[in-house]
């Protein structure tokens, strides 16, 4: 198992503003994931995060509004940049242990950090 | 990617047993069946998956159909902290470390 935390664990921020968001593992861990989930919705993947390389983005997403830093196997950054009242949502750190076998890992999320962009 | 469906929401009554379906009719033969939950205010957690055979654990029972193109969770004894939105969702043994997709999931109501 994989014990993740994040820090803040909730922000009010003014629009035009960034906020870094931090998650940490307690374990070392290949790939890091960072999902959205919008308020009332399911969770929307930001991007993959791996050691020693630029993240990988998903459709809708790019580097200039979520950058994400990835210096160790156990930590990432996620910054939302230039904050709208629409980057509401709470922001979850995730990781996956590969001991199931592939297509057996499982995925372990942090707790979120609650972002509120008045 | 092969997609699951699910009812929007379902309700159960306390200490009763409660059967979540999916739908999965473009289930691939490597792809794994996989249950997450998400209780209020909680990230994601493991449920339970399986590939073919149905599975038991301390938290659920997951029944696949023999043709893997439907699957159901079962909690065999709901409670009120069992209210939570549940995922079904497929994973890919042929890619390691393939990223989660989420849908939208099933909300369950525990009625006491």
């Known amino acids: 198992s994989a014990v993740i935390s994040q820090k803040p664990s909730r922000d009010i921020c003014q629009r035009g503003t960034s906020l870094t968001i931090q998650c940490q593992v307690d374990?070392?861990?290949?790939?890091m994931f960072w999902y959205r989930q919008q308020p009332g919705q399911s969770l929307t993947l930001i991007a993959t995060a791996n050691q020693g390389s630029e993240a990988t983005y998903e459709s809708g997403f790019v580097i200039d509004k979520f950058p994400i830093s990835r210096p160790n196997l156990t930590f990432s950054t996620l910054t939302v940049s230039n904050m709208s009242p629409e980057d509401s949502s709470i922001y979850l750190c995730?990781?996956?242990?590969?001991?199931?076998?592939?297509?057996?890992?499982?995925?372990?999320f942090g707790p979120g950090t609650r972002l509120l962009v008045l | 990617d092969a997609k699951t469906t699910q009812p929007n929401s379902m309700e159960s009554n306390e200490e009763e047993p409660v059967h979540l379906p999916c739908n999965h009719s473009?289930?691939?033969?490597?792809?794994?069946i996989h249950w997450y939950r998400q209780l209020p205010s909680q990230g994601p957690e493991y449920v339970i998956h399986g590939l073919t055979s149905n599975v038991n654990n301390r938290m659920a029972s997951l029944a696949i159909a023999e043709d893997r193109k439907s699957s159901t969770l079962i909690l065999h004894r709901a409670t009120l902290r069992d209210a939570a939105v549940y995922y079904c969702?497929?994973?890919?043994?042929?890619?390691?470390?393939?990223?989660?997709?989420f849908g939208p999931g099933t909300s369950l109501s525990v009625i006491p």
């Open positions: 374990s070392q861990v290949t790939m």
């Open positions: 995730s990781v996956q242990d590969p001991t199931g076998g592939r297509g057996g890992e499982t995925q372990y």
């Open positions: 473009t289930i691939s033969g490597t792809d794994y």
């Open positions: 969702i497929l994973r890919d043994m042929k890619t390691s470390y393939d990223k989660v997709i």
